[in-house]
Every structure is written in C-alpha cells, then in structure tokens.
C-alpha cells in the first residue's frame, strides 16, 4: 500500500522511435511501497515504459520524476534495484556469480573504497533468496539461462534496493523458482520495498498483485485492481502475446 508519495513517475509520457510511437501520452507512478504488476502483449511498450520511468529513453513529450527530481540530477540511483529484459549475466568480462552479484555493491564503496562484511552479507543474503548459494563460485557463463537470470535478481537484491524494477525477471526461469521468487518478493514487499514487476501473465504473481497496469500500443488500457476484465487475458501463466514477436 502507498504511503501517498511516489518513487518513480511519468505524466503524458510519449516516446517515439522514428516513426514509431511506443508510448502515447500515458500517465504512470509506483507510490511507495507498492506491488505493482505491469501487462501486455510483446511490442505493448511495456519495457518502454520501465525505461522512460528511469530515464534511459529521451521523452517527445511529457515529464518524469524519480523521487521526486528530474532523473537527470537524481544522484542516490542505489536505492533503485534494476533488472532488465533479456540480458544475460554472462556478458562482458568472464566472472563467477559471487563476483557479478558484489559488484552490484560498488555505488556503496566508491571509486577507492572497498568491500567489507557488510557487502558480502548482503551478496550472501541475495543469493539465499534466489537459490544460488550453491553455485556461487561457477563461472556464469557455465550456468542455464534461467540460473543466469536469477543471478541479475541477485545483483538487484544486493544493493538492499528502496525500489525493484523487473523486467520480465521469470521468463526463463522454471515454475519452481519462480513460485520461490514469488515468495521473497511477498518478503521485500513486506519490508517496505517499492516493486515493479513486468511480466507477460501475474502467473505465480496473481497473489501478491493489489494493482495491475494493462498497456497495449503504447496506450494504458487499464489501471486499477487486477480482477478487471482487461486484466483477465493476461491472469494465465500459458497467456498467449496478441502481437507478433
């Protein structure tokens, strides 16, 4: 439940990629401390949407506010716990979990600072939440893709996040874990976290969900609680997407 402020918003956002216009003047903001579940086919401009609230894409129209700042000067980015869509752990430079997941840590100790007990616990705890304990010290590159996405939720975890955005942070992760993520998600929340979660069905999130936000076209068709009739199409872990990849 929000407290009444918001950490992340947009007020007639448009973004346009040439002579496509992914979002239309869409209206959104993630209050403190709520559950927030984001809807649509593939092409809806779901994860255009994420992007425009973090500033990572230039808005044709509109403003946003992160905590309340304009993201340009907005400078504590660590209270915000980001994964995006469809990376996987293994790029860039050959590392072992552990090490991916700590270096989630460094806005923490600066530029010459170095990590203490209290950034190994952290990087300990987040990947207990994710069942990753075990294959701290592989090589990432060596893990499934679902492993390596539960290694960017880790690196997320870790920074002890005020915000956790996902970007569809289950797609290819097995039913199992992602009931268990379902678990540690009701626990954040619990504890205050703000969260974000986009995904393509609630699916084992359908629980935890008091608000979904259906957006197709780049226009939000719903906003509200999730029992809607827009949001019903979207209820099922097998949904299907109404667009073309």
Excluded at 11 to 26: K, P, S
Excluded at 118 to 147: F, H, I, K, M, N
Excluded at 152 to 174: G, K, N, Q, Y
Aim: proline content about 5%; aromatic content about 4%; hydrophobic content about 45%.
């Amino acid at each position: 439940m929000s407290d009444g402020a918001t950490v992340l918003e947009v007020r007639g956002a448009t973004v346009r990629f040439g002579a496509t216009e992914a979002l239309r003047d869409v209206d959104f903001a993630l209050g403190s401390g709520e559950f927030v579940v984001l809807l649509g086919p593939n092409g809806s401009g779901k994860s255009t949407l994420v992007k425009a609230l973090l500033g990572r894409v230039r808005l044709a129209g509109g403003r946003r506010e992160v905590f309340g700042e304009d993201p340009d000067y907005f400078k504590r980015w660590d209270l915000i716990g980001y994964v995006p869509q469809r990376v996987t752990a293994a790029a860039g430079v050959p590392a072992t979990v552990h090490e991916v997941v700590l270096s989630s840590r460094a806005s923490k100790v600066g530029l010459l600072g170095r990590y203490g007990p209290a950034d190994r616990a952290a990087v300990e705890r987040a990947l207990e939440l994710v069942d990753l304990t075990s294959v701290s010290t592989a090589r990432v590159e060596t893990l499934s893709a679902g492993q390596q996405q539960r290694v960017l939720i880790a690196r997320a975890l870790a920074t002890d996040p005020a915000v956790l955005v996902m970007d569809e942070p289950v797609a290819s992760v097995d039913l199992a874990h992602q009931e268990s993520f379902a678990a540690t998600l009701q626990t954040l929340h619990g504890s205050g976290t703000s969260i974000l979660l986009v995904a393509h069905s609630l699916g084992a999130m359908a629980p935890l969900a008091r608000r979904a936000v259906v957006i197709e076209r780049g226009v939000v068709i719903h906003d509200g609680p999730p029992d809607d009739e827009a949001v019903r199409e979207h209820a099922h872990p097998h949904h299907a997407d109404h667009e073309p990849r």
